[in-house]
């Protein structure tokens, strides 16, 4: 490792707010990623009667796991059927026996109910619980964040080199057309696009990605245009270096020190901007687990305080740690900070 990069990673490790923030939605996205074994309503293995079953992979009929059983798809909450599993054998359930599609039963009050030992964070107004949806809407959402952000990056990065290396006519014709297409109304295109087709994560991420792409355009077409005149450049110009071979190993390793620092702001942006739309209802389909959604749940049913706080914690506490993350990756990119957070 060369000692530039050992220097920025002292930095980021200097960082103590910034680190720590990195560890904890570290093991929060682990955790989301393996969703379905931590809260599912399908044991994850079954044994019955000396059979194996793993309904967390795949779908079983019931005259599959019981002798007599309907040949419809098995309802491993069906009260009948859990006591025939737990006389012939056993299963293991995951921490939190709920998916978050499920519909909880017997809650003993209209809901939404608050929250107790068998729902921790209460259920929202369709009685599904809470806890369930926000696992599952945190692995949606960073999902779309990280492909957005990578996607739009990949394109941002490219548009902004060819402009700035260049220059002249070229870059002129990219700025019209930038300044025309950032100027197009986002949200009454996807009004539009939401009454012709129906929203899913690749429709949503490839209209997003149409507009998304111009954050690092500027930024990397700034840093092109600096670069473009260096000395080491023309003298690798002048010896026949190719311009692709110029832009990406020459130029661009420059340019990606402010791309890499506000790639933690943009990735907090296009968490939000998914969960901006569900509440606005136009993003995923109903029934999808959203963050947004809870958070329009949280408006319509104010006599239900848990749904709001629960939003507001999740959906502030993921800014948060990505703002917390960005400063240290902004400290470890500064050349006058030294290791020790000094400069």
Do not use: C
């Not at 194996?52 to 079983?60: G, L, S, V």
């Not at 056993?90 to 026996?97: K, S, V």
């Amino acid at each position: 490792m060369s000692p530039l990069n050992q220097r920025r990673i002292a930095n980021f490790r200097a960082n103590r707010r910034g680190r720590l923030s990195l560890w904890v939605f570290a093991i929060l996205l682990l955790v989301t990623l393996f969703a379905e074994v931590v809260a599912n309503d399908r044991p994850i293995v079954a044994r019955v009667d000396g059979h194996w079953f793993f309904p967390i992979a795949r779908d079983y009929a019931e005259s599959d796991i019981i002798e007599g059983g309907f040949p419809t798809t098995a309802d491993w909450t069906d009260p009948e059927l859990a006591k025939e599993v737990a006389d012939r054998g056993w299963a293991l359930w995951p921490p939190i026996p709920f998916h978050h599609r499920t519909v909880v039963r017997d809650l003993g009050r209209p809901a939404p109910s608050p929250p107790d030992g068998r729902n921790w964070l209460g259920t929202d107004d369709q009685a599904r619980d809470v806890l369930a949806r926000v696992i599952y809407g945190f692995r949606i959402s960073v999902l779309f964040g990280f492909t957005l952000t990578a996607l739009s990056s990949i394109i941002g990065v490219m548009a902004g080199a060819v402009q700035g290396y260049y220059g002249g006519w070229v870059d002129l014709a990219f700025q019209r057309i930038i300044e025309i297409w950032s100027g197009l109304p986002q949200l009454l295109m996807l009004i539009i696009l939401a009454s012709v087709i129906e929203p899913s994560f690749a429709s949503l991420l490839v209209f997003l990605l149409l507009f998304s792409w111009m954050t690092l355009t500027g930024v990397v077409r700034a840093e092109f245009l600096r670069g473009r005149n260096f000395d080491y450049v023309r003298a690798a110009k002048a010896l026949g270096v190719s311009d692709a071979r110029l832009m990406a190993r020459h130029i661009l390793p420059n340019a990606m020190v402010a791309t890499l620092t506000m790639l933690p702001f943009i990735l907090a942006g296009s968490v939000t901007v998914l969960a901006s739309l569900d509440f606005l209802g136009f993003g995923l389909p109903p029934g999808s687990a959203s963050l947004g959604e809870l958070v329009a749940q949280a408006k319509n049913n104010l006599r239900a305080p848990w749904l709001g706080i629960t939003a507001f914690v999740v959906l502030g506490g993921t800014l948060t740690l990505l703002a917390f993350i960005g400063e240290a990756v902004r400290d470890a990119f500064d050349p006058r900070k030294l290791p020790g957070g000094t400069r």
